[in-house]
T-cell receptor
Framework: NAGVTQTPKFQVLKTGQSMTLQCAQD?????MSWYRQDPGMGLRLIHY???????DQGEVPNGYNVSRSTTEDFPLRLLSAAPSQTSVYFC??????????????FGQGTRLTVV | KQEVTQIPAALSVPEGENLVLNCSFT??????LQWFRQDPGKGLTSLLL???SQREQTSGRLNASLDKSSGRSTLYIAASQPGDSATYLC???????????WGAGTKLIIKP
């Protein structure tokens, strides 16, 4: 099983550029989310989705957009990259957010540097 | 606001020792708690998930406990091996806004 697949693994952007981080899961999970991980801090939630067509903001949504047109895919868009967005980004999915098994599965991460 | 703390930030022990990693959280209203392992440059691997109604979970040499009333969880690793070297993260699932709240992790080094 592929699980959660993120692309690319590494990316360097110039300030002001835009890009999309891709995330796909093959486990038919309802719940998908994006986190960023910064040194010395815990992961922080950027955006999440509880199903196709439904998205919502997390703790640090500014500068990012998401959409969920299918159950499998949950891309994260950086609108105009800033050095403060230099981070490692993780996509996660789980079968159900409440009432069931909420064990989260993570992609390998995307290391993004904005210069 | 829920906050999760992991102490110590780093730990180095000789191979073969039993060890305990600590995780504390400020609000006992959690749905579950999950322990993860992160290897350098890699993603996150789920180790154990404890539902709020459970007291502990075991997987191989790993045992995780949960005490909601005191806001604490421990991850016990028996007979540590160099391959256990990694960063261990705990996260609590908060029902109110569907997110995991994370600790900053404990970096564990097992010396051969």
């Amino acid at each position: 099983n592929a699980g959660v697949t993120q692309t690319p693994k590494f990316q360097v952007l110039k300030t002001g550029q835009s890009m999309t981080l891709q995330c796909a899961q093959d486990m038919n999970h309802e719940y998908m989310s994006w986190y960023r991980q910064d040194p010395g801090m815990g992961l922080r939630l950027i955006h999440y989705s509880v199903g196709a067509g439904i998205t919502d903001q997390g703790e640090v949504p500014n500068g990012y957009n998401v959409s969920r047109s299918t159950t499998e895919d949950f891309p994260l868009r950086l609108l105009s990259a800033a050095p403060s967005q230099t981070s490692v980004y993780f996509c996660a999915s789980s079968y159900s957010r409440v009432g069931g098994n909420t064990e989260a599965f993570f992609g390998q991460g995307t290391r993004l540097t904005v210069v | 606001k829920q906050e999760v703390t992991q102490i110590p930030a780093a730990l180095s022990v000789p191979e073969g020792e039993n060890l305990v990693l600590n995780c504390s959280f400020t609000d006992s209203a959690i749905y579950n708690l999950q322990w993860f392992r992160q290897d350098p440059g890699k993603g996150l691997t789920s180790l154990l998930l404890i539902q709020s109604s459970q007291r502990e979970q075991t997987s191989g040499r790993l045992n995780a406990s949960l005490d909601k009333s005191s806001g604490r969880s421990t991850l016990y690793i028996a007979a540590s091996q160099p391959g256990d070297s990694a960063t261990y993260l705990c996260a609590v699932f908060v029902d109110s806004n569907y997110q995991l709240i994370w600790g900053a992790g404990t970096k564990l080094i097992i010396k051969p």
